[in-house]
């Protein structure tokens, strides 16, 4: 069974189970591991508990799966973004020698990062695709640094329960769990198929959650805060179907 449809099976046998043992009972034992989502509260509340609690009892270290070389797509898809502000084309004009990542809240050493800096940290190859709630995909290989190397080096707290990360094109943001935050796939991505991140793909810098649909890889990161308070859902809109927690 590959991954994902062991997922899948993962994922509606506890359902069943849940349904068969009353699903109040795994409402208070989500509440009772602290395995709420932020969305726990909305319509799909429950479905979203169900999933995340699972996903997060058995899965949280599995792996996204990566591809070969042959596997990259011959034309990366750049989906459209909104206009970007005048301050990014200026930064852009200097090889985004001026683009920073503030990092904050619950670490011991806040601080200010640049490109260089981030370029400086132990770098990761991957291969993962980017799947788009809307149903296309791309495989591509990305090059960044563990977002875990950068929380290391700011002295995340071990009361941390979320990184919320945003991007220069407000309003879009979005917050993972510390688990997906440190996981060795979460990438602080600048590069894209042995070149820069291309503008359309989020460069100079996207955050990569190759383990959650596409809207939770943000791009042109600028800043990142780390809180133990579920942090609200950004752009996981529960009326437009998207989920906090979107594990595929
Ligand atoms: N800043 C920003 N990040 C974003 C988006 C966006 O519009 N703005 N779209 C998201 C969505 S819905 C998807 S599916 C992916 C698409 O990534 P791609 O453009 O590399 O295909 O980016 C995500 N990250
Ligand atoms: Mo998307």
Redesign the pocket.
Known sequence: MNSLSRRRFIKGGVVAAAGAAGLGAADRIARRYGLLPPDAGTLYGLGETLTYGTQHLLLRHSPAREFSRSQISQR????E??KLPDEYKRMQETGFRDWKVQVDGLVSEPGLFSMADIRSFPARNQITM?A???GWS?VAEWTGAPLSHLLGLVGAKPQARYVIYR?I?AP?WESIDMDEAMHPQTLLTYGMNDGDLPT???GPLRLRVPRQ???K????ITSLTVTDKPPGLGGANPDGGYAWFAGI
């Open positions: 990366p898809f750049p989906n973004i909104d980017v788009c709630e809307e791309y991007s094109q879009q359309g793909n989020g649909l596409g809207y890889s943000i791009k042109f």
